[in-house]
């Protein structure tokens, strides 16, 4: 499933335990980040002490290898992924996070 928000950007979020979470895979490949999860989860570790337990967490997600524990992260913490990223594509990303944030609130300009 890909929210709505993010349908533009690559970022796919799966439904887990009742929340909707986005793996650091799937996150980095939309940053264009070329080692993907490894280059978002040293991301995440340089800056843990900014996530709360809403934004990341380790959950069991299936794999082709069954059922694997792995870091996921919620719209919060992609959204602070995103900010923390150099990446180019990370800019455009920031992008569509001003404009959605401003549709939302009703702002003009």
Known sequence: ????FYKDTGIQFEKIEGGQWASAKSIGD???YSLGADEVLNLY???????DADMSQVLPVKTSHGLQ?????SFRGV????????????????CKM???LHGEIGLAG
């Open 1 to 4: 499933m890909t929210i709505a």
């Open 30 to 32: 939309a940053l264009g």
């Open 45 to 51: 570790r340089r800056h843990k002490d900014e996530f």
């Open 69 to 73: 524990h792995k870091r996921m992260f």
């Open 79 to 94: 959204n602070l992924i995103v900010m923390l990223a150099k990446q180019p594509k990370a800019s455009a990303i920031r």
């Open 98 to 100: 001003l404009e959605f």
